[in-house]
């Protein structure tokens, strides 16, 4: 049986994608900071709790050791959890999107690697965005070309590429990135704009259930690989 840890999965595309997962027959451990949230998730899907702050060296290393002593091996990490950041642009306001978007990925995975390694064919997944995407941002034709969140653009840019080097570096580990479509969620509310997180969901299930032949590095969409 397949264990997967999703970050930030106590709602949104992350939960989505432990309901499909489950669905799958994989054991899931859903990932969130405040446990009140996480374990109501947890207990509505019949997954299973871990309390997770991507931004806390503590919290990360003490969800790994809970996952670690239950079940001794990670095949699936979906870094999920993730902020928008589109307020003010300052220093500050820098340091939490990078921290949360792309920094908190390093915690996890150095944290999981263990894990991974004790896996047959271990897969991460980095939800990212085509906002971090040079070719989506400059190109006209392209709804990213007018949309200005340049903290959630940069840190995702910087997921996507720590994603790449990651796989290079682990090349018994599948590493993929994707853009997983606008989206209707707690996020995209203010824009009013998103599909539903069911078909969002697919391409992250789809990328987590890669096969050891499967592709790596690679960053993609529901269609295929994209650009960046």
């Known amino acids: 049986m397949t264990v997967a840890l999703i970050t930030g999965a106590n709602k949104g595309i992350g939960y989505e994608t432990a309901r499909?997962?489950?669905?799958l027959g994989h054991t899931v451990y859903i990932?969130?900071?405040?446990?009140?949230?996480?374990?109501?998730?947890?207990?509505t899907l019949g997954a299973r709790f871990v309390q997770l702050d991507v931004t806390d060296d503590a919290s990360v290393a003490g969800a790994l050791v809970t996952i670690g002593s239950a079940e001794g091996v990670l095949d699936v990490l979906v870094h999920n959890a993730g902020i928008l950041a589109?307020?003010?642009v300052d220093g500050p306001a820098a340091l939490r999107a990078?921290?949360?978007n792309a920094v908190g990925m390093v915690r996890v995975t150095e944290a999981a690697?263990?894990?991974?390694?004790?896996?047959?064919k271990a897969?991460?997944?980095?939800?990212?965005?085509s906002m971090g995407s040079f070719w989506a941002v400059t190109?006209?034709?392209r709804p990213e070309f007018g949309i200005p969140l340049a903290l959630y653009a940069a840190s995702k840019a910087a997921?996507?590429?720590?994603?790449?080097?990651?796989s290079k570096s682990q090349p018994d580990i599948t590493f993929n990135a994707l853009e997983p479509g606008a989206t209707a969620t707690d996020m995209t509310a203010a824009y009013g704009i998103g599909r539903p997180v069911e078909e969002s969901a697919r391409t992250v299930v789809r990328l987590a259930t890669l096969g050891p032949d499967g592709p790596t590095g690679t960053f993609q969409d529901e269609n295929g690989v994209l650009p960046w």
């Not at 990932?31 to 207990?43: H, I, N, P, Q, Y």
């Open 31 to 43: 990932g969130a900071r405040d446990v009140e949230r996480g374990e109501k998730a947890a207990a």
């Open 159 to 166: 997921a996507t590429m720590l994603t790449v080097q990651y």
């Open 20 to 23: 499909q997962l489950l669905e």
């Open 98 to 100: 990078f921290d949360t």
């Open 139 to 141: 190109n006209p034709d």
């Open 123 to 129: 897969v991460v997944v980095t939800v990212s965005s």
């Open 86 to 88: 589109d307020g003010p």
């Open 113 to 120: 690697l263990p894990l991974l390694h004790k896996s047959s």
